[in-house]
């Protein structure tokens, strides 16, 4: 019910490497990111888009399901205890919650300056002004940027919590799918990762393709991935009940 | 790692006591050091952070762990704010580990981790939610629901391990433990002491804490 069906396609956009977008996503409709190159980022976030004090929240998210990133099953939870979005299928393994997102002294000091002047539209964009500019266009601004979910990215922590990033661990053509469980606002942006330990700029091209999938079936996977996601999709259900 | 203060509590400016399950907010100034004793030991500390002057910034805990490639926080941890600017250090600390992944505890949340008949149990955003409403100093700082982010469990063990499980474990504090940090901005201190009681994150047994600050040498 829910797995990728190009006969229930609803449109598809292709967002550039370095770029940010933001759209509307209604509950029962699904996005397939897919990276069309390696070393894919897209850095996301969620809002209730009718109460959009309701947004993703990245402890409450890690603490309902145990792990500390996100993968197939896992789902992301909104502060009042709802599902937001699910993981239904991800060809990746393993999408960071922990690591934030990048900013303009990030990406100078790391990869120089290319500004607009003289590099108009290939110009290095950072992650910070992107979902910035995404935020304000719909009365959001620098209060509202909050943890985000970093997909396609991985950084592990060692025994004593140092966190080291794992180059390589999306190639060209990995998907995952996002099942929208609520009505929420996505706004995001495809700059490269903070600790993306590439010494040049080529942030990935990212393609969005939506579809009708439908609401959680009582044998979804991720609804059946444990205990507090059952309730999780309990507290949504109720929230839409009329 | 474990390093211990040499300040003294009689030279402290402000020596208060925040009683099981209660918000406290106090401001501290630059340069200023501020402690949080665990009076009775394995009470996490819900805390957060605000620029005094401008509470758009906030502390981070994406930016505290990004920017210096470290999940916990122990002596020589910067806590740094939303614009990547140092708020506090941390100076001593005789716990040894605090946890920035863990946040607040909610009534929802509660529903969604424990069971749905938990919601009217008492929680740590509930606090933070009464202490914008109440407490004089984050109201003059129109503190709204979207200033509270990922916040900061002082004496809370929340192990990661390199597969990336997450897991909610017993307490390393015990009883006199301290944690002690230096205010690099003025800054606006928000605490729920937490009144979890269904996880070992308090022992199941939520108790005092006690705040100090002195002023700097």
Not at chain 1, 10 to 26: A, D, F
Not at chain 1, 217 to 241: K, P
């Amino acid at each position: 019910m829910t797995t990728f069906n190009t006969e229930k396609m609803l449109w598809e956009e292709t967002v550039p490497g370095g770029n940010h977008w933001s759209g509307l996503m209604r509950r029962g409709s699904a996005l397939r990111f897919t990276a069309l190159q390696g070393g894919a980022n897209v850095s996301v976030l969620f809002y209730n888009m009718e109460e959009k004090l309701e947004r993703y929240n990245m402890p409450d998210t890690l603490k309902a399901q145990h792990t500390a990133f996100l993968t197939t099953g896992n789902v992301c939870y909104s502060d009042m205890g709802r599902v937001m979005c699910s993981f239904t299928h991800d060809s990746v393994g393993w999408h960071d919650t922990i690591c934030g997102i990048s900013d303009v002294a990030i990406v100078q000091k790391k990869y120089g300056v290319a500004n607009y002047q003289t590099h108009r539209n290939d110009m290095y964009r950072n992650a910070k002004d992107g979902l910035l500019t995404e935020l304000t266009k719909h009365g959001l601004g620098k209060r509202d940027l909050v943890a985000n979910v970093n997909l396609f990215s991985k950084v592990s922590a060692n025994d004593d919590g140092n966190l080291v990033f794992q180059a390589g661990n999306s190639k060209a053509g990995d998907v995952v799918d996002l099942r929208f469980d609520m009505n929420v606002l996505v706004v995001l942006s495809t700059a490269p990762h903070p600790l993306d330990t590439s010494k040049v700029y080529q942030p990935a091209d990212v393609l969005l393709t939506a579809w009708h999938a439908g609401t959680a079936a009582d044998n979804d996977v991720c609804r059946n991935a444990c205990e507090q996601n059952q309730r999780g999709f309990i507290n949504t259900e109720r929230f839409y009940a009329n | 790692m474990l390093t211990e203060s040499k300040l003294h509590i009689e030279h402290a400016v402000l020596n208060e006591t925040c009683a099981a399950g209660e918000p406290w907010s106090g401001l501290v100034k630059h340069g200023q050091t501020f402690r949080i004793l665990d009076l009775e030991g394995n009470q996490a500390v819900d805390t957060l952070f605000y620029n005094a002057h401008n509470a758009e910034e906030r502390y981070s805990a994406i930016d505290t762990i990004q920017r210096q490639g470290q999940i916990y926080l122990t002596t020589g941890s910067i806590l740094y704010s939303s614009e990547g600017n140092p708020m506090l250090t941390i100076t001593a600390d005789t716990c040894g580990r605090h946890d920035t992944l863990g946040g607040a505890c909610a009534a929802e949340s509660n529903t969604v981790r424990y069971a749905l008949n938990k919601r009217p149990m008492h929680s740590c955003r509930d606090n933070f939610m009464h202490a914008i409403t109440h407490s004089a100093c984050v109201q003059d700082r129109e503190i709204t629901k979207r200033d509270i982010t990922a916040n900061i469990n002082f004496f809370m063990n929340v192990p990661v391990t390199p597969d990336g499980g997450l897991s909610f474990a017993d307490g390393i504090s015990g009883a006199g433990k301290y944690v002690e940090m230096r205010a690099e901005m003025d800054v606006l201190v928000l605490i729920s002491n937490c009144p979890q009681l269904n996880n070992p994150c308090n022992a199941y047994n939520p108790t005092p804490i006690q705040l100090l600050v002195w002023d700097a040498a």
